[in-house]
Each structure stands twice: as C-alpha cells, then as structure tokens.
C-alpha cells in the first residue's frame, strides 16, 4: 500500500515538472534516484540556473551536462511549483514509514532467528537480477531467509528474497503438512481442474486462488520467462503450445513444486 502511494506522489512530481517544461523525466531514468532527487531538492530550495543545477548529474548518469543544463530551463510559476512541493514532502514521509515497516520486518524475523544478525546493510547479491528492484528492503534479509528454512530460496530462478519472504510467511516451515509437492501446488491453486462427468471433462481451468503466495509465484514466473535457464526455457515451450497465461500457471506450478 504505501509503495503504490509512494508511486501516486512520484506520478504527481513528473506531472507538476511536465507543466513547469522541465524535462528532467526525459535525462533522468528515475527521478527519485540520486541525480534526480539532488536536483529536485535543489530547486526547492531556491536554485533556479540551469547551468548551476546540472553539475548535481551523478558521474554513471549517461547523459551530458549540457543536455541535462537544456532540460531544466523552463518557467518557475507559482501553482505546480506548490503541487510539486506537497507531491515531495509526499513521498520524504511514504519513504520514512516504509524504513519503519523494513525495521519492524527485521524485528520479527528477529523473533525467528534471533542468532542472526539483521540489522546489517544488505549483502551483494550473487547474481546481479536481484538488486533490480526499486523497493528493496532495508536490512540484510538475505541472511534471514537461509538460517529460517534451512535452504537459499532464491537460488530457484526467478525466486528473489522478497518472493521468498512471502512464501515463506504464507507456506510457513512445516513442509510435511502436504503428503508431496504436488499437493503443494493444488493448495496454491497452480493445478489444472479436474470435473469429470460421464468420462468427459468438463473444467480444466485452474482454480482461483487468493493465496498470496500463488501471488508472488505467478509473478515470479512471468519474470523468469525471458531469461537463459530451464524455466525460461520450459515457460517459452508452453507459452508457443498453450499462451502466455497457461505457461505463468504452468511455470508457477513447477517453482511451487522445487519450493
């Protein structure tokens, strides 16, 4: 809830920049990264020189100063550069209750783990997709999801440690609640249906599911979809055979299953 709201404010900034003509969205991939959000704050505080404001470019940014000094000249007027202001203080405190949320999720897989340390910053990840995201956790939650269960999820292609965080809050530890794995992916709903009447079939769509976890799964699935693995690979096969929303359940059902 509060990342969709922290999306709403930062729609709300590139709107009020749109009507100042400043084209910062066009120099800058992401206006709430470093480049961006030194300029932003800049102007607020009263800089208005197109020329001083482009050095604040971070050194990886890709495009010139002179590029970036021709975006932000524009007009200063008075409406959206109070909108423009609200939609920032907006998104200063979604950011700060959102490191209170990470700090209190530390805390309870605190109570789970309370021989590992938590509060560390996050370690590197091994394989470079997992720092994609643009919401990531706080802490090291990494170190957390191998002492809890006892193995890395995220070695399962397309499985990050957010989407074993919530697979893990939704399936719990207890693995031997399910006979085999393929009782696993029918309680997530991942399993074709199987109403027979006189020999004939009648439903093989799966059932709906409202389980977070089949969620996170199916999501995870349709990332994996393009990438040079088995999945990959198995998900592109049904996608040519079935379509793209039969290959997502097809795939999410096998990630519950090595789950």
């Known amino acids: 809830m509060l990342v969709a709201m922290a999306s709403r404010a930062v729609q709300h900034m590139q709107k009020a920049l749109e009507q100042m003509n400043l084209k910062l969205t066009e120099v800058v991939r992401d206006i709430t990264g470093k480049t961006g959000m030194t300029i932003i704050r800049a102007i ?30 524009g007009h200063w007027r008075a409406e959206p550069r109070f909108a423009w202001q609200q939609a920032v203080d907006q998104y200063d405190v979604l950011a700060q209750q959102l490191r209170a949320c990470d700090g209190h999720i530390a805390e309870c897989l605190q109570t789970f ?21 643009s919401n990531p956790l706080s802490f090291d939650v990494q170190t957390s999801l191998e002492a809890m269960p006892g193995v890395d999820l995220t070695q399962i292609a397309g ?19 399910w006979p085999t794995s393929k009782h696993v992916a029918s309680w997530l709903g991942g399993c074709p249906g199987n109403k027979v009447s006189g020999g004939k079939r009648f439903r093989i769509r799966s059932k709906p ?27 592109r096969r049904i996608r040519i055979r079935l379509g793209a929303p039969k290959a997502m359940t097809a795939t999410a059902h096998k990630l519950a299953r090595l789950v």
């Open 113 to 133: 783990v309370p021989d590992v340390e938590v509060d560390a910053p996050p370690s590197p990840p091994v394989r470079a997709w997992r720092a994609s995201r």
């Open 44 to 73: 607020l505080e009263g800089e208005r020189d197109s020329q001083v404001l482009a050095p604040h470019r971070d050194k990886r940014c890709t495009h010139a100063h002179a590029t970036i000094a021709k975006a932000l000249t």
């Open 159 to 177: 499985i990050e440690s957010l989407t074993a965080l919530k697979v893990i809050s939704e399936m719990g530890l207890d693995m031997t609640r």
């Open 209 to 235: 599911s409202a389980h977070r976890a089949a969620t996170a799964l199916r999501l995870a699935a349709q990332g994996v979809a393009n990438r040079h693995r088995a999945l990959g690979a198995y998900d």
